[in-house]
């Protein structure tokens, strides 16, 4: 039977976020201990897999964490590598992890170019947002404290999960991701990873005020990662997306401070710390970690887990989880 241009696509995408990545093997799915599956948690249209840890203590009204991997990885990977687990274990938060099936997509990327998986109540979008509402109505979740992070593919799932469902979640975190709507198609999620196009604040905002009509709820707080030598998806990015989430949060699209932290990372505060962006000096493109017994250390060092800073922690920091 033919394919359809869709499902073409999605095998394409193989090479979408995994270029020099091919030497990597898509990972078979594991179990990290204490990382359990939910076999039913909607009528999950985008296809996905649903994994959840819940450290020991978990009060109700805990807050949740969303996490989308990246393309070559798996839920447990994440899981295990990020520095996640750490500070949900400190701080008594659940986290929540998608997995993608190599039915939807040969290299395990989250599809976040698709129009069909992007859009508010389609596809993998609504795969993931059914997720969060499982973890809400199952585990007893603080529905006002749902946060999302991604790196990657999934970092790009992130950036569509505060577009398309802001009365989900309450802020989220893009590493080494894209703008929301940069691309529809293959060919330009190919061409935004390497040479994003240079639109106004106004014109990358629009895109994500389409992506829910008529909403007047706030709009999800946004911390922004990249790696200032990544090759995969080039910096620029990072700003595009800068611009779009200042945009929408209605705050200038300068700085209002500028912090030095370690490992030659520069965070730039925007408005009342609505938005942020962190720039790492010479690291490619990954998930920051820093592995070590330090109160902001976390995570292990592995293929695309780069030893710079402990983005799980700031970011921990930034939706307000250590409370």
């Known amino acids: 039977m033919a394919l359809s241009p869709v499902r073409i696509a999605r095998h394409l995408a193989v ?7 091919a030497a990597v093997a898509t990972p078979t799915p594991a179990r990290a201990a204490g990382l359990e599956q939910v076999s039913s948690f909607g009528s999950n249209p985008g296809n996905l897999s649903m994994y959840a840890y819940r450290p020991a203590g978990l009060p109700p009204g805990a807050p949740a964490v969303v996490l989308l991997h990246g393309c070559t990885q798996d839920a447990a990977t994440y899981f295990a590598d990020s520095g996640w687990r750490t500070f949900a274990d400190r701080w008594h938060f659940a986290l929540v992890l998608a997995q993608q099936k190599s039915a939807n997509n040969s290299a395990a990327c989250f599809n976040w170019f ?43 799932m992130s950036a569509v999960m505060l ?19 940069c691309a529809t198609s293959l060919v330009e999620a190919l061409t935004c990873q390497y040479a994003p196009p240079d639109r106004t604040p106004s014109q990358w905002g629009e895109l994500v005020r389409a992506a829910y009509p008529g909403y007047r709820g706030p709009w999800p707080r946004v911390a922004i990662w990249h790696g200032q030598a990544d090759r995969t998806v080039v910096p620029a990015n990072g700003d595009e997306l800068r611009d779009q989430s200042t945009d929408v949060l209605g705050v ?22 609505q938005v942020r962006l962190y720039r790492i000096a010479g690291m490619g493109h990954g998930q920051p970690v820093d592995p070590g017994p330090g109160t902001d250390q976390c995570g292990v060092s592995a293929a695309y887990f780069l030893d710079a800073i402990c983005a799980a922690y700031r970011d921990a920091l930034f939706f307000g989880l250590d409370r």
């Open 15 to 21: 090479a979408v976020l995994s270029v020099g990545l």
């Open 114 to 156: 698709l129009p069909g998986d992007t859009s508010r109540g389609q596809g993998e979008a609504l795969s993931i947002r059914q997720m969060a509402g499982y973890a809400v109505a199952t585990y007893g979740t603080d529905p006002a404290r749902v946060f999302v992070s991604g790196l990657s593919a999934g970092a790009a």
């Open 163 to 181: 577009a398309t469902y802001p009365d989900v979640f309450a802020a989220g975190s893009v590493v080494a991701g894209l703008p929301y709507r």
């Open 252 to 273: 200038a699209a300068r700085p209002t401070s500028t912090v030095s932290l370690p490992a030659g990372t520069t965070v730039e505060v925007y408005g009342a710390d």
